[in-house]
């Protein structure tokens, strides 16, 4: 008769240690006192994805059914960070290319267990003169399993742009003696929206014949229509 269950070759398996996965499994071995040598088998599935400690139960059955098993640890610990792939450079935009992406750039990472990494950044802004600012943008890439890289950028923010006149061409005004007031036409920044014009021409105007008035958009940092 057999009654005699096998006996494992190693008395503690070794642990198996990863970051991400374990894709496959040596299967350790026990001597069996009819049938010699057997292999054991395990119904843990593969590949073994799960951050932590795995428990895998390995059983050597004889052609009697006698049984031993055997526990074996995989122990996943991720600790590699993403890596920037793509690192926005510094660059110099007008203000109203500051939040556009195709003007300041996007940042881009891999990392060695997660296919698609969250990508987020935080600004820092110090303000100059008039419209004009540095700001700091820091990017973080986050994995899965909360490992973070952090990338710095500098955009520095400048207003070299004039307003535009909202209409192209003033329409005239005319009157027979005197003309008391004039209604201020606006223009548009970039930086600051809308510009009322301001004029030196004094009012009222009573020479007869044509006075010309010259109405200009400043914005704050000197740019001039």
Known sequence: VDTTAPVADVATLADVTAECSVDSLTAPTATDNCAGSITGTTTTALPITAQGTTVVTWTYEDANGNITTQTQNVVLTDTTAP???????????????????????????????????????????????????VITRVWTATDINGNASTYTQTITVVDTTAPVADVATLADVTAECSVDSLTAPTATDNCAGSITGTTTTALPITAQGTTVVTWTYEDANGNIT
Do not use: R
């Not at 793509?86 to 003007?103: G, N, R």
């Open 83 to 133: 890596v920037f792939t793509t690192s926005p450079a510094d660059v110099t935009v007008e203000c109203d290319a500051s939040t556009d992406p195709s003007a300041t750039g996007t940042a881009v990472a891999t990392d060695n267990c997660d296919t698609s990494v969250a990508i987020t950044y935080a600004d820092t802004t110090v303000a100059g003169v008039g419209n004009n600012s």
